[in-house]
T-cell receptor, first 114, second 113 residues
Framework: GNSVTQMEGPVTLSEEAFLTINCTYT??????LFWYVQYPGEGLQLLLK?????DKGSNKGFEATYRKETTSFHLEKGSVQVSDSAVYFC?????????????FGAGTRLFVKA | EAGVTQFPSHSVIEKGQTVTLRCDPI?????LYWYRRVMGKEIKFLLH????????ESGMPNNRFLAERTGGTYSTLKVQPAELEDSGVYFC???????????FGSGTRLTVV
């Protein structure tokens, strides 16, 4: 079945460092891909999305490109801030079942030190 | 607009008891989803409502879980009787269209002792 695999955390970076969180997926069709973020004490928020191959999603300085050839959707940010500390979830939207349920990775916790 | 609201935010119950979680989606969102995250693992799909109808309940773990969405507005998820392995964070999400991403609630942290 469809699945999402993302790098295990925690990831600890210093402020202004470059961030990459790897995400790969397995899907039979052409899913949409998402990154969600969960800040401490809050619910999940949609960070960015891409709906087809070669699309780049971007938001708040974060970017991810839908790479069909490598089945990847890695999250990047050029310069992280302390406020980016959170858990990041890669996800895909699976049209199976007619409901577009979302399949999530296990999450990667990011700590950014001042 | 108001977001997705879930309550309670935390619940601690004993094994064998019953717990009911509630979710109020964003007004006008026909699609309502329940997910849960157990022990820091991946977030797993439980079920999907379109208005008051269950579109997909393939993720419901067993018949101790019962979800309803009477009138197509708020939804409840009842666990009866609760077991230790039911502990986790239960998330509700809603969307206006399917496949475009959701708005999530803050979740209900359920602890069964």
């Amino acid at each position: 079945g469809n699945s999402v695999t993302q790098m295990e955390g925690p990831v600890t970076l210093s402020e202004e460092a470059f961030l990459t969180i790897n995400c790969t997926y397995t899907a039979t069709g052409y899913p949409s891909l998402f990154w969600y973020v969960q800040y401490p004490g809050e619910g999940l928020q949609l960070l960015l999305k891409a709906t087809k191959a070669d699309d780049k999603g971007s938001n708040k300085g974060f970017e991810a490109t839908y790479r069909k050839e490598t089945t990847s959707f890695h999250l990047e940010k050029g310069s992280v801030q302390v406020s980016d500390s959170a858990v990041y979830f890669c996800a895909l939207s699976d049209p199976g079942g007619g409901g577009f349920k979302t399949i999530f990775g296990a999450g990667t916790r990011l700590f950014v030190k001042a | 607009e108001a977001g997705v609201t879930q309550f309670p935010s935390h619940s601690v119950i004993e094994k064998g008891q019953t717990v009911t979680l509630r979710c109020d989606p964003i007004s006008g969102h026909d699609n309502l989803y329940w997910y849960r995250r157990v022990m820091g693992k991946e977030i797993k799909f439980l079920l999907h409502f379109v208005k008051e109808s269950k579109q997909d309940e393939s993720g419901m773990p067993n018949n101790r879980f019962l979800a309803e969405r009477t009138g197509g507005t708020y939804s409840t998820l009842k666990v009866q009787p609760a077991e230790l392995e039911d502990s986790g964070v239960y998330f509700c999400a809603s969307s206006q269209i399917q496949g475009g991403g959701y708005t999530f609630g803050s979740g209900t942290r359920l602890t069964v002792v």
